[in-house]
């Protein structure tokens, strides 16, 4: 697939977005970057036993080497007289548009593999040693949610959680008569009230 297929596929005309936007799994994604980028770390938690607010301890390695990666892309910028990542800190309600492709790289190295990855950086860091050094610092992330569970929809979906369905409305192409949406079934929500009682 050539590149301007991948990056038509992947990146859309950009809207601004904001946190009530994502769903949890990308928040999650976001919250995560942020900190390794801004060098905000949680230590480990006894009661919880988790590292960085949501990872198990054994994870503790794959995001210092994350960390390290983002160190490398943001001193080789440095090196080369460009500003640094445009990345907000972890309590910003706004998205930056590196935030966003960085979003969508930890989705395709989840769901599809590296050589897209390439192609959605490629409109703001042309550069292939910087995408080296980002795409490695995103698949260790996209490692670690993977491990906890958190799995990033790709935006070409057709289904959908009902939850999900505000997230929706960034994707220009989606239209919504053309999701089926998963809505919880009557039967199972009868059965959950039994459950409960």
Excluded at 117 to 123: P, Q, S, T, Y
Excluded at 143 to 170: F, Q
Aim: aromatic share 10%; charged share 20%.
């Amino acid at each position: 697939m050539s590149s301007e297929i991948l990056i038509r596929r992947y990146i859309m005309p950009r809207t601004p977005l904001f946190l009530s936007d994502l769903c949890c799994c990308e928040r999650l994604a976001l919250w995560s970057v942020r900190c390794l980028i801004n060098r905000y770390r949680l230590p480990f938690c006894a009661e919880t036993r988790t590292t960085d607010g949501m990872y198990p301890m054994s994870f503790r390695s794959v995001l210092d080497a994350a960390e390290r990666s983002f160190s490398y892309a943001e001193a080789y910028l440095k090196e080369n007289g460009q500003i640094k990542l445009n990345v907000n800190p972890p309590g910003a309600q706004n998205l930056t548009e590196v935030e966003e492709r960085f979003i969508q790289v930890i989705q395709i190295v989840q769901n599809q593999g590296y050589q897209e990855a390439f192609a959605v950086l490629d409109g703001i860091y042309p550069d292939h040693t910087l995408q080296g050094y980002l795409v490695a610092a995103l698949a260790l992330v996209a490692d670690c949610m993977s491990g906890i569970g958190h799995w990033l929809p790709l935006p070409e979906r057709k289904s959908t959680g009902a939850g999900a369905l505000s997230s929706l409305v960034r994707w220009r192409d989606t239209r919504p008569e053309d999701v089926r949406v998963l809505w919880p079934r009557e039967s199972s929500l009868k059965a959950d009230a039994q459950v409960m009682h």
